[in-house]
């Protein structure tokens, strides 16, 4: 993998005669930087050395490290165990004195040696993607002395990709991992079955699994493996009983006699053969959490729909796994109560309104699809690209949309997790990859720290263009 990236400082970029060193163009950018004077550069030995009590956790982040390293400078650097920094080395270390950096944040300290320090490996992945930006902004031989603390302020900064209506080849997810990482993104969701195929290849369930591709457990398990040490966790989405095409080809007994695409929920049979094809996959999902899908079904049927809902969501919290949907719950009235647990993907207000009072127990993820929707071939209803200006200038995570802005929340409304924004269509397309790489800045910068009250867009357009991660050469 070469990662090729063009960094500059947001100052002076030289190390001679540096006082109280600027910041590097990092994206998304630091929540705090104080530069020092002086500059550090590695010397011949110079190792990526690990706390030796944290060695085990962190050596597959060491691993990922020191992998990008030496694409990026042609430097390879031994790892080893040690108790504390040496001079020239970089430190890495799960013992963070500091209480602000949260689960996923950092402390970076740069001088004769180099140190992150994080609670969690994903903490110490963000710190050497930062390190990285850094470095080469010095021309891979030098960085500016100084200390960063940096920690994200929602939970949630994820990307849907759907697999289900073009396949997508396991060695192109792992470059949209690689990518996202970059911009500190901690989640991808995969729409795993819609209309176009099924792709998950369960020997549970021969002939299900899509002709065109699809994924076995050996292979959906390695992804989620490497996508972990890069900070990121796999969701595993599988809809219904909507978008249930690929289920009722394979099952025509199951599908609504009106509608082909749907699943019948007055069938016992649907429950049962949902129940089995989750109970043969969970055990492939190695992450915390599943998405249900559960969008544009029937409203006719909305108590039978929440009846369903009700029915996966026990289901899975009895495998262990906690639930995401598509928000819904507006159109999909009825007299059953939806459980509150189940986290909510509000991408449509007029499918389900985040201020609604029946859905204000809910945790949410803003998925607007104003904002926030990439959808190929073009439609009449959908942006094929993201506006990264308007999202800059104009967007928080709070705003579902523009047309009443009492569906959107209050800013730091706890229930709000984050946002995702979303690739629907040809995701396998020659430009599929070049649209979503476009947005990874500015909606990273957004869930991260949101520099737009103090940075142009300009400003941070061009800081995003030095710090890029190219799109074409890994």
């Not at 300290?109 to 990285?132: D, M």
Request: proline share 6%; no cysteine; net charge negative.
């Amino acid at each position: 993998m070469a990662l090729a990236v063009s960094v500059a400082a947001l100052g002076n970029d030289s190390p001679a005669g540096v006082d109280l060193n600027p910041q590097f163009a990092v994206v998304p950018t630091l929540r705090e930087w104080h530069g020092s004077d002086g500059f550090f550069t590695f010397r011949d030995g110079a190792q990526i050395v690990l706390y030796a009590a944290d060695a085990g956790a962190l050596n597959p982040t060491a691993e990922a490290f020191q992998e990008d390293l030496a694409s990026l400078t042609g430097r390879r650097l031994e790892i080893a165990q040690g108790q504390y920094p040496v001079p020239s080395d970089v430190f890495l270390t799960l013992h963070a004195d500091d209480d602000v950096i949260g689960t996923e944040g950092y402390v970076l300290e740069i001088g004769v040696g180099v140190a992150i320090r994080a609670h969690s490996p994903a903490g110490v992945f963000y710190g050497t993607r930062s390190l990285l930006q850094m470095l080469v902004a010095g021309g891979s031989s030098f960085l500016l002395r100084g200390w960063a603390r940096d920690y994200p302020q929602y939970s949630e900064r994820g990307f849907m990709l759907d697999v289900s209506s073009r396949f997508v080849p396991i060695s192109t997810l792992k470059r949209y991992i690689r990518h996202l990482a970059w911009y500190k993104f901690n989640d991808l969701q995969l729409e795993l079955n819609d209309n176009g195929g099924f792709r998950l290849d369960s020997p549970a369930f021969p002939g299900l699994a899509a002709t065109d591709g699809s994924y076995s457990e050996t292979e959906f398990r390695d992804l989620q493996a490497y996508a972990l040490v890069r900070g990121i966790t796999i969701t595993p989405e599988i809809d219904s009983p909507g978008h249930a095409a690929a289920l009722t080809r394979y099952r025509p007994d199951l599908a609504n006699p009106q509608h082909a695409n749907l699943l019948n929920l007055a069938s016992p049979d649907t429950y049962s053969f949902m129940g089995s094809l989750w109970g043969a996959l969970v055990p492939w999902f190695t992450g915390p959490r599943v998405a249900i899908g559960a969008d544009e079904y029937d409203p006719a049927d909305g108590d039978g729909y929440r009846a369903y809902v009700n029915f996966l969501d026990t289901l899975l919290r009895h495998h262990g796994k906690s639930v995401r949907m598509w928000g819904s719950l507006s159109r999909e009235s009825g007299t059953i109560p939806v459980r509150p647990d189940i986290t909510l993907e509000e991408w449509d207000t007029a499918w389900s309104d985040p201020m609604a009072g029946d859905q204000l127990g809910f945790p949410i993820i803003n998925a607007s699809s104003e904002f926030l929707y990439i959808v190929t071939p073009k439609s009449p209803w959908y942006a094929d690209h993201i506006d990264t200006r308007n999202l800059y200038e104009g967007w928080q995570p709070s705003i579902f949309t523009r047309g009443n802005q009492s569906m959107n929340m209050p800013r730091g409304d706890p229930r709000l997790l984050g946002a995702m924004f979303d690739f629907w269509g040809d995701a396998a397309s020659r430009d599929a990859f070049d649209r979503v790489h476009a947005a990874m800045p500015v909606v990273g910068e957004k869930l991260w720290n949101d520099a737009s009250a103090t940075m142009s867009y300009q400003a941070f357009a061009a800081a995003a263009e030095r710090a890029r991660l190219s799109a074409g050469t890994d």
